[in-house]
């Protein structure tokens, strides 16, 4: 391995992280399609088990359609969607005979999410993965982040790669630095409760959106640094205390989206015995009106929920902050700051809806296995389901519910 280093730039959790192999509790080799890229293809068909590699001859096969270095073949999964590669002990076959080289980019690199910005790489861990959402979510401290360096030879999968200072640079990436710096802040600002950071940030990304739109950007600045003020002042808290609970249309709202997921079938079985549980939680029939449904959330919340997560608000602040950090939020797959915002509320807003059913079925039995079950299950479910997300953006648009009022609803209970 090359001797060169290279900047890194991480949370301190992701230092921590190692596969626990057999012992964890899902499994990262079932359910999804495997890119295999063309140097670990070519490394396959020259594979001197000869077992093994007539194996891969007839699982591992050609990307037909727009190939890339990268998507270069795929693996032929098994009926039930595991790898064929993979061993009753959850461990993978190739590497087991062959060694970790042995292994795709993608299998190889897996929970970490890479970026690079400025040069420098920044990698964070995806929550679909039950030991990383553990080491990221349930420490209690703010999540840090710490500047690093790694091997040049590391293998990485850049997802996002941009200079801020690039000629023609759009504004927004222009000041990314800044508005990250702000944006991580105002989540970690623990004298607000969560929901409230929630709903800052949003009045926030409004606000950023019209200056972007009037070709203001170089006031971006100074936005920070009234609203900065706005925070050391509390002047939001009274205009929050007005936002109504609308339990009513929480579900109205989240009835359409679950709805909308649960049409396309749900793959993993994990999420979906959480979805079952919500569902017993608040004692959902169909032919129900959304107002008894609403009261029965409502009741789950203040009994079993609020008691439990009001001390545990760390774990949703850090679900928000390693999200801001490795979608490079306020970025996002829309040039529209606030539609971003819209896609992080979406993520917290069915998260908090399914663990208060779920708070409501287990009542005093609920506990940080729930939470931990929830979360990483909705991640591998749903945050990697990039259709399914653009089909929850087009769904607000369509209802208008995309505005900051809707936002506030979804957020506060």
């Known amino acids: ?32 399609q495997v890119a295999i890229d063309k140097d670990t293809f070519k490394r396959y068909r020259a594979c001197t088990d000869k077992e093994l590699r007539h194996q891969m001859e007839a699982k591992v096969t050609r ?45 190889s690199t897996y929970p970490r999410l890479t970026n690079k910005v400025n040069g420098i790489v920044e990698k964070s861990l995806t929550m679909s993965c039950p030991e990383a959402l553990r080491l990221a979510l349930l420490n ?23 200079t801020t200072d690039a000629p023609n640079t759009i504004p927004v990436v222009r000041y990314f630095w800044q508005l990250r710096i702000f944006c991580i802040s105002l989540l970690q600002n623990r004298s607000y409760r969560v929901w409230q950071r929630l709903t800052i940030l949003g009045l926030f990304c409004r606000s ?68 079952g549980e919500f569902l017993a939680g608040i004692e959902y029939i169909a032919e129900d009106s959304k107002e008894n449904i609403g009261q029965r959330y409502a009741a789950a919340y203040v009994q079993y929920y609020q008691p439990f997560m009001d001390e545990r608000e760390y774990v949703l602040e850090n679900y928000l902050v390693n999200y801001v950090f490795k979608s490079l939020f306020p970025l996002g797959q829309s040039k529209h700051v606030f539609d971003n915002y819209t896609m992080l509320v979406v993520h917290y807003a069915l998260i908090k809806l399914f663990l208060i059913g779920m708070a409501g079925f287990h009542k005093e039995n609920f506990g940080i296995e729930h939470v931990v079950k929830l979360i990483q299950s909705f991640s591998r479910e749903i945050e990697h389901n ?16 995309n505005t900051m009022p809707y936002m506030a609803i979804l957020i506060k209970n």
């Open 386 to 401: 990039y259709p399914f997300l653009k089909l929850i953006l087009d769904l607000f648009r369509e209802n208008g519910y």
């Open 208 to 275: 950023l959106d019209q200056l972007l739109g009037d070709a203001k950007a170089h006031e971006i600045p100074g936005l920070i640094d009234t609203y900065l003020d706005y925070l050391n002042n509390d002047s939001f808290r009274c205009e929050m205390k007005n936002i109504p609970n609308a339990v009513t249309i929480q579900m109205k709202l989240m009835k359409e989206l679950a709805d909308t997921r649960l049409f396309q079938g749900i793959a993993s079985k994990r999420f979906y015995e959480c979805f």
């Open 140 to 162: 209690p401290e703010l999540m840090e982040f710490d500047e690093t360096e790694e091997n040049t030879a590391a293998c990485n999968m850049i997802g996002r790669e941009f």
């Open 63 to 107: 990307q037909r359609t727009e190939p890339s270095n990268e998507n270069y073949a795929k693996i032929k999964l098994n009926e039930d969607g595991s790898c064929p590669f993979l061993a009753t002990d959850k461990l993978c076959i190739i590497q087991y005979k062959l060694g970790e080289g042995y292994l795709s980019h993608v299998c």
């Open 1 to 32: 391995m090359s001797g060169k280093m290279r900047k890194l730039l991480v949370p301190q959790y992701v230092r921590q992280f190692r596969c626990i192999g057999t012992n964890c509790e899902d499994t990262c080799c079932i359910g999804w």
